[in-house]
């Protein structure tokens, strides 16, 4: 377990420094519990499992560490044994922060087992590789949605079996939309339409919105042009017969790929939390980033992004920039999306959400400390803008907020092929790429075998991170290559949700 010491049934700390342990069961009030050797406390209220206690008397005002930094100030003076929450603990974080470059050290490089440095996939005439070999349908508009819907059923039965499946990604955007908040919306469904997972892409637009075919085919590079038709249903008497038609061209240009011995340096992965708990930055969210840190000590990449959810730990990252010039990205980064709060009158600390606060998770910055761990310990190469896709090997920082389906979206836009998840409350969401669900805890793990993946709470019964995080890497080359599909990919919950950030006419 990634932590620095437990009692194995009743507690864990995560580092030497912090005033708190976190309860590994319901704990009740009157119990006594054993701290170190020949060191008792009796717990003066109820803690539930996940939940924090003072390990130590804290004064009103005090700074409250936990993972070795603060997590926020004590309300008031709180005794050892208290049951640590919203009701006694407050935010520490307030307004912008003037920030200072001081570079971490980086650790030494994660190994990867030699029979893990491989994965089949399926090579594109372009250099890409994809891990599914499907047809996509990108609208370039909301209100053509049910026609998109209804050739991708007939796609699927057309022409099952030739290809992974034919799928749609509704939206309600591309029209009465302008400037910047218009061109989120086409840069974001191009980096789509541009994703190698597609052997082939329709694009269906209706002929009137302000998303006009014409000009979104300049944001789709011309090296992907042969694996996409475009469709203007306007302008065609059966839009139905002539989008079948394209879709049968699209599966005949791409069942003639086949899946080849890939190095998992071309792996990209995006890394995501939602529904968070208290064990979420103890066992998921580490587990994730040793996983992050073997794939790129071996070549490939991981995209970290919820901006809102690295406040407070934000110089974590920000240290660990590859150069000044990324230090600055990020900065610039974090400010701006503080700026975005503002400028919309809300407070920019407004976090964490109902389900993490029963979880256990009290405060915004215990929230980021614990989230950012899902970038590992691998320096920060590049800072890419919402909607674009990464360009260099290396964990990447891409712009979006937390939310599940606007983050996921822009991961799988940025260039993910599949989304580690973590989760401690569950969730049946999937994106449109394969949408991997690591439980925090093994009670989620064992109730939602239909929604979770991935156990990491064995983390708390004695299996070894390293142990873990190679089985783990095992899996996901398993899906990589086709061999399992995830719960999401099984029950085809796939969807997108596009950021929105301006008028709608």
């Keep these: 377990m990634n932590t620095y010491e437990s009692s194995v049934v009743d507690w864990t700390r995560l580092h030497p420094n912090d005033d708190v342990l976190i309860a590994l069961r319901n704990l009740n009030a009157g119990e006594q519990i054993e701290v170190a050797s020949g060191q008792h406390i009796i717990l003066k209220e109820d803690v539930p499992k996940g939940h924090k206690f003072a390990v130590r008397e804290l004064q009103a005002g005090e700074h409250i560490m936990k993972y070795g930094y603060s997590i926020g100030i004590a309300k008031e003076q709180i005794e050892t044994g208290r049951w640590l929450h919203t009701h006694n603990v407050s935010t520490g ?67 099952q079996g030739r290809v992974d499946g034919v799928y749609h990604f509704a939206h309600p955007f591309g029209c009465s939309q302008l400037g910047d908040d218009l061109k989120y919306t086409q840069q974001l469904l ?40 475009f ?49 979420s930055g103890i066992t998921a969210n580490p587990l994730v980033g040793a996983v992050s840190d073997k794939l790129v000590a071996a070549g490939g990449t991981a995209i970290l992004t919820e ?18 010039e990324v230090y600055e990205e990020l900065v610039s980064l974090i400010n701006n999306f503080k700026q975005y709060y503002v400028n919309h009158g809300q407070n920019i600390y ?24 899902k970038g590992g310990h691998s320096e920060v190469v590049d800072v890419v803008a919402y909607g674009k896709k990464v360009t260099k090997k290396g964990l990447n920082i891409v712009e979006a907020p937390g939310n599940d389906l606007v983050s996921v979206t822009a991961l ?30 093994s009670d989620l793990a064992n109730r939602k075998k239909h929604w979770i993946d991935f156990n990491a709470g064995q983390l708390l019964e004695g299996k070894a991170m390293d142990d873990l995080a190679n089985e783990f890497l095992a899996e996901l080359i398993d899906i990589a290559s086709g061999n399992k599909v995830t719960n999401s990919e099984r029950y085809g919950f796939r969807e997108i949700a596009i950021f929105k950030d301006g008028v709608i006419l």
């Design 231 to 279: 469709l203007k249903a306007q302008e065609i008497d059966d839009e139905m017969a002539e989008g079948l038609r394209l879709l049968e061209e699209l599966t005949e240009l791409a069942e003639k790929q086949e899946r080849e011995p890939v190095p998992i340096s071309e792996l990209t992965i995006g890394l995501k939390c939602g529904g968070s708990d208290g064990f």
């Design 412 to 441: 799988s836009a940025a260039g993910a092929h599949i989304v580690l998840f973590t989760t401690g409350r569950g969730t049946p969401f999937g994106g449109p790429v394969p949408t991997v669900k690591i439980a925090t805890n």
């Design 93 to 159: 974080l307030s307004g912008l922060i003037d920030y200072e470059y001081i570079k971490t050290p980086l650790e030494k490089p994660a190994v990867v087992p030699a029979n893990l440095h491989t994965f089949q996939g399926y090579r594109r005439s372009n250099g890409k590789v994809g891990i599914r070999n499907e047809i996509w349908i990108i609208n370039t508009v909301g209100c053509i949605n049910k026609v998109c819907e209804a050739l991708a059923k007939m796609g699927n039965t057309a022409f």
């Design 350 to 373: 407004e976090n964490p959400s109902p389900g993490n606060k029963e979880g256990g998770i009290t405060t915004l910055e215990e929230k980021s400390l614990g989230c950012t761990q």
């Design 190 to 229: 191009a980096s789509l339409v541009s994703h190698p997972n597609a052997g082939g892409v329709l694009v269906i637009g209706l002929g009137c919105e302000n998303n006009q075919i014409e000009e979104f085919k300049t944001f789709i590079p011309a090296e992907d042009g042969e694996r996409v038709r």
């Design 307 to 324: 901006v809102p959810e690295m406040f407070g730990a934000e110089t974590i990252l920000m240290n660990r920039a590859r150069s000044e």
